[in-house]
């Protein structure tokens, strides 16, 4: 990061030099042949020919080894994710297998296990190499349904065995970064269901272009609120955790022109409203 600052310090005082040079020979240029229109034109027009010529000589010299980065980055996320491809493909399909020779009942318990767990690995590697690209290129937007979306990943969370849900979503389509939307939701869920006592449902609906998470947990006071996308702040220390999570969701609702509004009342609960609305089709 150093070596970066110091490239970047050089480079702005050459081009200011650089410029200053060119200024003083514009200066001593119409002192020589006269102030008039032409000349002031034919002046001005070398002087920002070559300040243009010599700021993209600069400009390329510092952005080509981003470029080069970039492209080593990219193509070693792709090697990760192929050589991790394998693994699972391979615990996949044996699980598969297994499952078809098995008659006992609790060596299905245990292959279901595995295989739940193998794709929550998968989840997460494609998630990794979602977070690198994006860092990289534009995330591409994609057109999906909200329903199925939610479904599935209120079907991913009753694996954990906790928290039951209570969805009410229509079939709507949205045109969104989904990998990034899937995340957000993730994160809304993952607190509601750490915040929330275990007997407790979390409501998830869908109306006038709103989406509406709803727990009755700890809840937040005023205070609490107003820190809450702070990155790194929790409302319980004792919880897992990094608090990142309404932090990136915040990011992202920005990203996206998702209006978020968030009204909690301590320990009776928290409602997260999204509004959909930019992003519909």
């Excluded at 060119?22 to 920002?48: D, M, Q, R």
């Excluded at 292959?111 to 590697?125: C, F, N, Q, T, V």
Aim: proline fraction near 1%; aromatic fraction near 10%; glycine fraction near 4%.
């Amino acid at each position: 990061m150093d070596s970066i600052k110091k490239q970047t310090l050089f480079a702005t005082l050459g081009y200011a030099s650089s410029v200053a040079i060119l200024l003083s020979f514009l200066y001593w240029f119409l002192k020589n042949e006269g102030f008039s229109e032409f000349n002031y034109v034919v002046a001005s027009f070398l002087v920002l020919f070559l300040a243009g010529g010599w700021g993209y000589i600069i400009a390329s010299h510092l952005l080509a080894p981003k470029a080069e980065q970039d492209a080593n980055l990219s193509q070693l996320s792709s090697e990760i994710v192929h050589e991790l491809n394998i693994p699972l493909s391979t615990i996949k399909a044996n699980v598969t297998l297994l499952s078809k020779k098995s008659t006992d009942e609790k060596s299905l318990k245990r292959l279901k296990r595995i295989e739940d767990s193998s794709l929550r690995l998968e989840r997460l590697y494609k998630e990794l190499l979602y977070s690198i690209n994006k860092e990289i290129h534009p995330v591409q937007r994609e057109i999906f349904s909200i329903k199925e979306l939610i479904d599935e990943r209120v079907e991913s969370f009753k694996l954990f065995n906790r928290n039951s849900f209570m969805v009410d979503i229509a079939n709507i389509n949205l045109e969104a970064d989904k990998i990034g939307f899937e995340k957000m939701i993730d994160n809304i869920l993952m607190n509601a269901m750490k915040y929330s006592s275990k007997n407790s449902s979390i409501v998830l609906t869908f109306l006038d272009n709103i989406l509406s998470i709803e727990d009755r947990g700890v809840g937040m006071d005023e205070t609490e609120l107003l820190k809450i996308y702070e990155r790194y702040y929790q409302v319980d220390k004792s919880k897992d955790g990094k608090g990142i999570g309404l932090a990136l969701v915040k990011s992202y609702c920005d990203e996206e022109m998702i209006n978020i509004e968030i009204k909690s009342v301590k320990d009776r609960g928290t409602i997260i409203s999204l509004n959909l609305s930019n992003i519909k089709i």
